[in-house]
């Protein structure tokens, strides 16, 4: 695969995780929906008006948006990118204004915002931002027209900073996606990362956080090409195991194959030809455990199996042939625990994903349990491992009709057991974002009573417990989950704030949302007015981010008359306002053919963020 390729698999890649925010949202849109009909019916253009002599008689329009309000969602800002830094957490999120980068410690006070990365639909398409601590720093990248730019921040404003700006190469982001930094990762006090110019392609780069830092390690395929093979990989997979770098690169010769790097160029090498000649070992699942670095190869002899290096030619050596001959065991979901490596693997064409431990030996290399054992197809088999101190939680199918359930291993067959079973009968939980905060185990999944919410697990069927319904009858769908300091972050929907920022110390009197970001109020109004059919209103289109109220009322040279609405719906609600006109703006249209009136709008969100826009409009007699 050349660096064109790799890069427009990663677009797709975007591309597809663009597309499942735009469908939660949309499917947010439809559940918000009846009840938003249910508060008002929108008359026409999607208003319903209430007069003002009504609203000072009886307190209508009050009544009418505690109504359309209750059980509305707002916006939300939809954070995304949680990484925890010493104990901060930093993420990105969205409001009216744009997507921004944020901090925060767990309280609506201190969660602030740092940097403006964008605004709108342009920053959207751009927007996937790598962020990464290295020690007490945040490293990120921010996407613009023609450049990816590197940047870093204390987690202060004015320590939040450029770092270094990487010029569009030829192809650009149309073709094939960025070709900025890439791949950030930290090792030690060092930032290394990917970056592509067209004076050597993509190669290996460092920073220590100042511009004149942030250098080439090394021109692994030297120019600008991609070597003389038929498929050369720019440096991927980059991986710390203690101070050293592991990460594959093909230097078009060999394929290819795992490196090492000390951040020098002299120090950046090979470690083993793994499979001789111009071929590829492809090396993929880099993992860390201890000072080991574990992944999976092919050596033209064995099919892909498990292998570990040292970072020297001697101590890069396949652990074992699980799968013998030319057939591959294919291992999978490689994690550490402890000293342990567990992973999956399959031994016997089976196409099932057992359970396998290694210690980095043959003989400590061995099958932990069977899954899918039954060869049923539709059997679910193993997903997701997660680390807890030196067990490990999955999700798995054990096969005895429970479906796929909460499982746990101390690394023997004996105790490799279903935590719980927490929906019983025909219908799995599926446990999934399995994520560990100390000794405790975070995951969302259903019980058939609550929709998907979060839960907690100490390994105990009685300790594996709903942590809060945040969304009664339906589903806050957790996700992002993020340990950082001792609590558990989180982006949830509860139905009234959107997807919005959540911390949980594992209780549900300590589980609640940390700030309404985006309490919605954002609107635009057109710049035109247009008469109604008598020539007594004036007709302007406008659109709301969210429910809320509206009112109009004359500014400047006037003209027209105070009104109120309810707007009802979520996301771009687009409505007609009808501004009637005073008898003398009337009077003036109808007679000269052409009247000029100002109003002012303001919005109330139901989320209780106000704003107001001054419209002037020359309006024509139909």
């Not at 990663?10 to 439809?30: I, P």
């Not at 770098?245 to 083993?272: C, H, N, P, Y």
């Amino acid at each position: 695969m050349s660096r064109r390729q790799r890069s427009a698999r990663n677009q797709a890649h975007r591309s597809r995780v663009a597309l499942e925010k735009t469908l939660r949202r949309r499917a947010r849109t439809r559940r918000a929906a009846t009840a938003a009909a249910a508060a008002v019916t929108l008359a026409g253009a999607g208003t319903a008006a209430v007069s003002p002599a009504a609203s000072a008689a009886t307190g209508g329009l009050a009544r009418a948006s505690l109504a359309l309000c209750d059980g509305a969602t707002t916006p939300g800002s939809s954070p995304d990118n949680l990484t925890d830094v010493d104990g901060t957490l930093f993420f990105t999120a969205s409001d009216s204004r744009g997507t921004a980068l944020w901090r925060s410690n767990g309280t609506a006070g201190g969660t602030v915002l740092l940097k403006r990365l964008g605004s709108g639909d342009d920053y959207y398409d751009y927007g996937y931002n790598t962020l990464v601590g290295v020690g007490s720093t945040l490293f990120f990248t921010v996407d613009g027209d023609d450049s990816t730019e590197l940047w870093k921040s204390n987690g202060t404003r004015t320590g939040t900073v450029l770092v270094k700006r990487f010029a569009e190469s030829d192809g650009g982001y149309d073709d094939y996606g960025s070709d900025g930094p890439d791949n950030l990762t930290a090792v030690g006090n060092r930032l290394f990362f990917t970056a592509s110019t067209d004076a050597h392609g993509e190669e290996l780069w460092k920073s220590n956080g100042t511009r004149a830092g942030t250098v080439m390690v090394k021109d692994i395929t030297p120019g600008p090409g991609e070597g003389d093979s038929d498929y050369s990989y720019g440096p991927d997979n980059l991986t710390a195991v203690g101070n050293t770098l592991f990460f594959t690169a093909d230097d078009g010769t060999r394929g290819q194959e795992v490196w090492t790097s000390d951040g020098t160029s002299a120090g950046t090498v090979i470690t083993k030809n793994i499979r001789a000649g111009s071929y590829s070992s492809y090396p993929s699942r880099l993992t860390a455990v201890g000072d080991t670095l574990f992944f999976r190869a092919r050596d033209g002899v064995h099919g892909r199996e498990l292998w570990k290096s040292d970072g020297t030619k001697a101590g890069t050596v396949l652990v074992e042939d699980i799968r013998p001959g030319g057939a591959s065991a294919n291992p999978d979901s490689l994690v550490g625990a402890g000293d342990t490596l567990f992973f999956t693997a399959d031994d016997d064409d089976s196409e099932a994903q057992d359970l396998w431990r290694s210690d980095g030996t043959a003989a400590g290399t061995f099958l932990v349990k069977e899954f899918n054992s039954t060869g049923n197809e539709y059997d679910y088999g193993l997903y997701e491992i997660a680390p807890v101190g030196n067990s490990v939680f999955f999700a798995a199918d054990g096969g005895g009709g429970e479906g796929l359930e909460l499982w746990s291993s101390d690394g023997t067959e004996a105790g490799t057991v279903l935590v719980k079973d927490i929906r019983p009968g025909d219908y799995p939980s599926y446990p999934s974002s399995l994520t560990a905060v100390g000794s405790t185990l975070f995951f969302t999944a259903r019980d058939g009573v609550t929709g998907r919410e979060l839960w907690k697990s100490d390994g105990t069927a009685a300790g594996t417990v709903l942590v809060e319904d945040i969304r009664p009858n339906g589903s806050s769908n957790p996700d992002e989950l993020t340990a950082s300091g001792d609590a558990l972050f989180f982006e949830a929907d509860d139905r009234i704030h959107g997807d919005e920022l959540w911390r949980s110390d594992g209780t549900e009197a300590g589980t609640a949302m940390v700030v309404d970001i985006h309490r919605g109020g954002a609107f635009e109004v057109s710049s035109r007015a247009v008469a109604n059919a008598d020539n007594s209103a004036a007709r302007v289109r406008a659109v709301f981010d969210g429910p809320g109220t509206v009112s109009v009322a004359p500014a400047r040279v006037g003209g027209i008359r105070t009104l109120e609405r309810e707007i009802a719906g979520t996301d771009s609600i687009d409505v007609t306002l009808t501004l009637r006109l005073t008898r003398a703006a009337t009077r003036t249209l109808r007679r000269s053919g052409r009247v000029e009136i100002g109003a002012r709008f303001t919005f109330t969100s139901c989320g209780g963020a106000v704003k107001s826009v001054t419209r002037e409009y020359t309006v024509r007699k139909r």
